[in-house]
C-alpha cells in the first residue's frame, strides 16, 4: 500500500521559513520523480515544484521560484520543500505525490501523473 505523508505546516509570519517533509512507503520511492502540489480554498491543486527521479533536475513555478527549494533523499524515502519569504498568497493546503504515469522526470507532466496523495500538511502565512 502506497503511503504518502505530509508534515511540517504550521502558522508563520511574513516573511519566514517553513521546512514541508514528504515521507513515502509502499514503493521504490527512488524510481519516480515526485512534485510538491498545493491547493488554497475555492481554487484548484497547483503544482509548486517537481524534482526528477535522481534529485539532480527541479522546476518550479513562477510563484515560489527563488524563494522555495525542493530536495529529496532516495535513501530515506523522504522529500522535502523548503519555503522561505513566505507571503499569504502562499497560505494553502501542501500535497506531496509521485509521477506515477509517464518518465522519471518532470518533463511535460500533468497533475494526472500524479498520484497517491496524502491527507497534506497546512500552511498559514500572515501578514
Known amino acids: 500500500q502506497v503511503q504518502m505523508v505530509e508534515s511540517g505546516g504550521g502558522l508563520v509570519q511574513v516573511g519566514g521559513s517553513l521546512r514541508l517533509s514528504c515521507a513515502a512507503s509502499?514503493?521504490?520511492?527512488?524510481?519516480?520523480?515526485a512534485a510538491w502540489f498545493r491547493q488554497k480554498p475555492g481554487e484548484a491543486r497547483e503544482k509548486v515544484s517537481c524534482?526528477?527521479?535522481?534529485?539532480?533536475?527541479?522546476t518550479y513555478s513562477d510563484s515560489v521560484k527563488g524563494r522555495f527549494t525542493i530536495s529529496r533523499d532516495n535513501n530515506k524515502n523522504i522529500m522535502w520543500l523548503d519555503m522561505t519569504d513566505l507571503k499569504p498568497e502562499d497560505t494553502a493546503m501542501y500535497y506531496c505525490?509521485?509521477?506515477?504515469?509517464?518518465?522519471?522526470?518532470?518533463?511535460?507532466?500533468?497533475?494526472?501523473?500524479?498520484?497517491?496523495w496524502g491527507q497534506g500538511t497546512q500552511v498559514a502565512v500572515s501578514s
Open positions: 505525490a509521485p509521477r506515477i504515469v509517464g518518465a522519471d522526470d518532470c518533463s511535460g507532466s500533468s497533475e494526472s501523473d500524479f498520484k497517491y
Open positions: 524534482i526528477d527521479w535522481s534529485g539532480a533536475r527541479t
Open positions: 509502499g514503493l521504490n520511492f527512488y524510481e519516480y520523480a
